[in-house]
């Protein structure tokens, strides 16, 4: 019976495959991708916990298996993965709640050329009236995510940044960012966990390669 899956772990293996069609390039990532996730100012587990978060962001089945197995070498627990699944949720459900600003702006008229205009915030409060009950469902999810527990307030600022860069939202880096300065972070460890979402989110993209050679080959 011909199989009829398009992922499994067995075709990872044909990874190497692309070393050899774009050894220059390819060599040129895993570079980066060695750097991004060595220990810096930001520990090597605090960088996985990052990359486990992202991967679910960007849906890549190849590299949660691969970040969670290297995030659990490091003793990060099931309950530390769990948390940091959460921050990624609740800043992916995040980056659509923020868009609602957009949405508000739109449906007023009021969308001029700037469509990402800083004061745009201050119309959160308008969905309280619009849709409590969801609206209040999300700041307690949001809340409660954010909230330290097993990985530190600090780590889940740097965490909700690196997805949000994955995700595109101008206004959660902007409400993140300035949180994570609140909580000492510095520029240095702010462009720590942005490289290490650039990583994963090209990751992600060379991953899938060996769904390409599959598709080509068959």
């Known amino acids: 019976m011909e199989n009829n ?20 390039t390819f060599k040129a990532f895993a570079q980066f991708d060695k750097l991004a996730l060595s220990d810096g100012l930001l520990t090597k587990k605090t960088k996985e916990l990052i990359a486990v978060a992202v991967a679910h962001v960007t849906g890549c089945p190849y590299c949660i298996d691969l970040h969670v197995t290297n995030a659990k070498k490091l003793e990060v627990s099931k309950e ?3 948390e940091a699944i959460m921050v990624a949720t609740a800043l992916k459900a995040g980056s659509a709640m923020a868009h609602g600003l957009n949405a508000l702006q739109a449906f007023d008229g009021e969308n001029n050329e700037d469509l990402y205009q800083k004061s745009n915030l201050s119309r959160f409060k308008e969905f309280t009236e619009l849709s409590p ?18 990985i530190s307030g600090k780590d889940k600022e740097l965490i909700a940044i690196a997805v949000a860069h994955v995700t595109g939202c101008p206004y959660c880096i902007e409400i993140h960012t300035k949180n994570a300065k609140k909580l000492g972070v510095s520029r240095e460890e702010l462009a720590e966990s942005i490289l290490v979402a650039t990583a994963l989110k090209a990751g992600s993209a060379i991953a899938h390669s060996v769904n390409a050679l599959n598709a080509y080959d068959s």
């Open 5 to 24: 899956s398009l992922y499994q772990k067995s075709y990872f293996r044909r990874l190497p495959e692309l070393a050899e069609l774009a050894p220059d």
């Open 80 to 82: 530390e993965m769990a």
């Open 133 to 150: 009950d969801g609206f209040h469902g999300f700041n307690q999810f949001d809340q409660a995510a954010m909230k330290p527990g097993l």
